[in-house]
């Protein structure tokens, strides 16, 4: 085992230089040590003014995203052990604005997520002396999976049609919107679907598979978009046949 | 998309890389996927060279005739060999894709992926049998 590693840090200090540059530092290797970890010693010991975004290091914040040697990674569940002999690169997110080093600008994906209504919506709210909504474990199985997201974009940074066509929904918010409309106590999935079925939605996607390979969370938003294709291949057919019936 | 992502006057400074036209060649899962996409000219070869056929079958004997002996030059038939393999590479890829479009379920459970990738097998089986059950029936 090595006792240090290096790491390739990119680096884009817009004040003073008008394309990203990369800086190397020598870091102490452990084994027990994740991406994130070496981050943190270049910020405390050697250089103060790297930036980048963490916040809980157990992959559950989804802040923590990087392009880690080339791949989309939640730097705090990459471990550098796995990058032996090094060096390590680290550049910011891809497709995304850069803002400074490591930061990139999530503000689009923001603008998409609301887009999708990524909330319980009810025709008529029942009254409060009704008592809760109910669900069945098998209710709640359905959907369960679409909703370990955590936002962390790194499916939108593997996804070669975001980055060609930066207007496309993307992979996270389509899923967040099956996620909503799976759940039994939602009422709005043909609203979704509606949005969905715009320009910029699910038929943008060209199924390339990636988005639930880089997912750290096991929440498959290549399948959701598929299953989205397919709901509004059915609702199309179905207002062409009853158009009356399908509203 | 376009409410809320432009400049302002306090914006950030933003980097925005370009994405390179060789973005396929940068992982062999992408350059997977495009040949994936491509094998759809096959397909498209193979409908129109059926559309051909059914032309020249209402036209009489004679141009059904004239049309199985231009099939059988060395160039269509080498053009038919890289045809079958780029079919072949589009319909196996398609059958292991299925199960993401599809998630049924039966008796509360979903149905096993492996499940919904052999069916298509068998269909494709099934219809295979078919069309040599047609071709050699005399």
Same mark, same amino acid.
């Given at each position: 085992m090595p006792e240090t590693i290096q790491l390739e840090v990119a680096r884009y200090r817009p004040e003073n230089e008008s394309t990203p540059t990369t800086q190397r530092y020598e870091v102490p290797f452990r084994k027990d040590w994740v991406v994130l970890d070496a981050l943190n010693y270049i910020k405390d010991r050697l250089d103060g003014s790297l930036s980048y975004r963490w916040s809980c290091r157990m992959g559950v914040c989804g802040? !923590?995203?990087?392009?880690?040697?080339?791949?989309?990674?939640? $730097? !705090? /569940? /990459? *471990?550098?052990?796995?990058?032996? @002999?090094?060096?390590?690169?680290?550049?910011?997110?891809?497709y995304f604005p850069i803002v400074r080093d490591l930061v990139v600008d999530l503000t689009e994906f923001l603008y998409k997520l609301k887009k999708v209504k990524p909330w319980i919506i009810r025709e008529e709210e029942k009254p409060l002396e009704e008592g809760e909504y109910r669900q069945t474990p098998e209710q709640l199985d359905h959907y369960k999976q679409f909703s370990m997201c955590i936002n962390c974009v790194l499916c939108y940074a593997a996804c070669p049609v975001y980055g060609l066509e930066g207007s496309f929904i993307g992979p996270a918010a389509? /899923?967040?919107?099956? =996620?909503?409309? =799976? &759940?039994?106590? &939602?009422?709005? /999935?043909l609203e979704r679907l509606e949005i969905l079925s715009e320009e910029d939605?699910?038929?943008?996607? $060209? *199924?390339?598979?990636?988005? $639930? %390979?880089? !997912? @750290? %969370?096991?929440?498959?938003?290549?399948?959701?978009?598929?299953?989205?294709?397919?709901?509004?291949a059915v609702h199309w057919f179905k207002s062409l046949l009853l158009p009356k019936a399908a509203k | 998309m376009s409410e809320g992502t432009g400049h302002t006057p306090f914006h950030p400074k933003w980097y925005r890389r370009r994405v390179s036209v060789w973005w396929w060649l940068e992982s062999w899962t992408y350059a997977r996927f495009v040949l994936r996409e491509i094998t759809s000219v096959a397909v498209a070869f193979f409908a129109l060279v059926m559309l051909w056929q059914l032309r020249a079958l209402a036209e009489g004997p004679e141009a059904y005739a004239r049309f199985f002996a231009r099939l059988q030059s060395p160039w269509f038939l080498l053009l038919h060999g890289v045809a079958l393999v780029f079919i072949l590479y589009h319909s196996l890829t398609w059958f292991h894709l299925a199960p993401k479009a599809m998630?049924?379920?039966l008796g509360g459970r979903r149905v096993p992926d492996a499940a919904i990738v052999a069916m298509n097998y068998l269909m494709w089986l099934a219809a295979s049998g078919f069309v040599v059950w047609l071709a050699l029936r005399g």
């Open positions: 802040s !923590c995203s990087m392009m880690v040697n080339g791949k989309p990674k939640l $730097t !705090c /569940a /990459a *471990f550098l052990s796995d990058f032996v @002999p090094g060096p390590v690169r680290v550049e910011p997110l891809s389509i /899923a967040l919107a099956e =996620r909503y409309s =799976r &759940d039994s106590r &939602d009422q709005a /999935a939605g699910m038929w943008q996607c $060209t *199924f390339v598979g990636e988005c $639930t %390979k880089a !997912c @750290p %969370k096991g929440v498959d938003p290549e399948g959701a978009i598929q299953q989205y294709k397919l709901a509004g | 998630s049924l379920r």
